[in-house]
């Protein structure tokens, strides 16, 4: 693994921080992974003779987002019906109210080599999936191509082709099926909205930490061996950009703030600070299976603080929300890191990650509650 290419952003995402890419990705994916259930069921209802499989593909197959940025051009579903591969492409649509439904150009159509024209795929599906009233389309390119124009889009900033509503409505097939996949989708947006927030609320304290040296002539310390000070340096430092020189050492010390006398939020502090050194360097076979052993102590830790209410406690010092936000980011990581470490180390030991926060055993309740 190289670590400077994984670290590497490309220019699509510098206007954000790294977190709010991989956030706005694991949306992406959050749908693509709840999905497949469903649309295995309908291929099956579909093509009741043959056998299917179905499985997920691209370049987020595995991972959710790409660390150097930018979006896969392949297919998000690899189906077998019977002896014949397909490529499915999933979109879906949660506003209501659009004039357009617009498709990518790379996704309809390719180049012919020889004409240069542009000729629709012949080896893929469209599956469209309208949240709103829970109705599905299957569709080639080729009726995009036949039914759409090439237009610009001012959300993509480029150019698709786009299909007026009064058109794409009357494809759409209504399935009451899809009203709990739908419904999940939306709870673990709502989770991964909410969690996002430490990050902001972090910045808001450093913040004003750091304003206080102006207002009030106040000396701002950041003590070392202690957690909350190597935190805030390695917050300090992602937030600008920078990587330490000694990262490897660093992360061996990190691990060592890891006990069962951790809180929740001692958790989400450890765990930010692990995800910003782990991606930045190659780590050695000693420090593989310290981190891989760490890794599963914090999920073993956060399932002994997660209540059948859906509330998380670790201590008597935390408010309810706090305890629940930190432990939702702290999954939230830690399910990334898994990833990460199957993929990249081939990791033993570790759970695969088939749906984001699998790791939540009560998350209608922990939803209930962050939403209240």
């Known amino acids: 693994m190289d670590s400077k290419t994984i670290y590497a952003q490309s220019s699509d995402i510098k206007s954000r921080t790294y977190l709010e890419y991989r956030k706005d990705m694991k949306k992406k994916a959050i749908a693509e992974l709840e999905i497949i259930g469903w649309l295995k069921s309908k291929l099956l209802a579909l093509y009741p003779n043959e056998k299917i499989e179905l499985s997920k593909s691209g370049g987020d197959a595995f991972l959710w987002f790409l660390r150097k940025g930018g979006v896969t051009r392949e297919p998000d579903y690899k189906a077998k019906i019977g002896n014949k591969d397909s490529d499915i492409e999933f979109q879906y649509a949660d506003k209501i109210g659009l004039d357009y439904f617009d498709f990518a150009v790379s996704k309809i159509t390719k180049k012919n080599r020889k004409t240069g024209k542009r000729e629709p795929h012949q080896d893929r599906k469209i599956l469209y999936i309208l949240k709103n009233n829970h109705s599905f389309a299957f569709f080639d390119p080729e009726w995009v191509l036949k039914n759409g124009k090439i237009g610009f889009v001012d959300a993509w900033r480029k150019d698709a082709y786009r299909i007026p509503k009064n058109k794409f409505l009357k494809v759409l097939e209504p399935d009451s099926t899809l009203k709990s996949v739908i419904e999940m989708i939306d709870i673990k947006n709502y989770i991964l909205n909410f969690q996002h927030d430490f990050i902001g609320i972090n910045k808001e304290k ?142 033993e030991g570790l759970t695969p990650i088939t749906k984001i926060y699998q790791s939540l055993s009560f998350i209608n309740n922990t939803h209930a509650l962050v939403k209240r």
């Open 206 to 347: 450093l913040s004003y930490l750091l304003q206080q040296v102006i207002d009030e002539q106040k000396i701002v310390k950041i003590i070392p061996n202690d957690l909350d000070g190597f935190f805030k340096v390695c917050f300090i430092l992602d937030n600008l950009n920078k990587v330490p020189q000694n990262i490897n050492l660093w992360l061996v010390y990190l691990l060592s703030f890891i006990s069962d006398k951790s809180t929740t939020e001692d958790l989400s502090k450890i765990i930010y600070c692990i995800d910003f050194l782990y991606s930045k360097t190659d780590l050695k076979q000693n420090e593989l299976k310290s981190v891989i052993e760490k890794v599963k102590e914090c999920f073993k830790l956060l399932q002994s603080f997660e209540q059948k209410d859906g509330s998380f406690k670790s201590s008597v010092d935390f408010s309810p929300i706090d305890e629940i936000r930190n432990a939702l980011f702290s999954i939230n990581l830690l399910e990334d890191l898994t990833q990460d470490l199957i993929f990249y180390y081939k990791a």
